[in-house]
């Protein structure tokens, strides 16, 4: 069975390329792009608080000191 690229879905052919599991250096950039601009997370029950919601728990630490 052939393996295919992960962001083609080209046949990666050769079990000695360098840039597998991807057919090029171009598919590994492009997926490595994807996470470092956290397309890929994992879901979560939790809500992150919103920009203003921290800013108003920052004020209300600062209030006692």
Request: aromatic content about 6%.
């Amino acid at each position: 069975m052939m393996k295919r690229c992960p962001t083609c879905n080209q046949p990666v052919e050769r079990p000695d390329n360098p840039h597998r599991p991807f057919c090029s250096e171009r598919c590994k950039l492009i997926d490595f792009g994807h996470w470092a601009d956290e397309d890929y997370r994992m879901p979560s029950q939790e809500e992150r608080p919103s920009a203003e919601e921290v800013g108003q728990q920052r004020a209300g630490t600062d209030e006692g000191d």
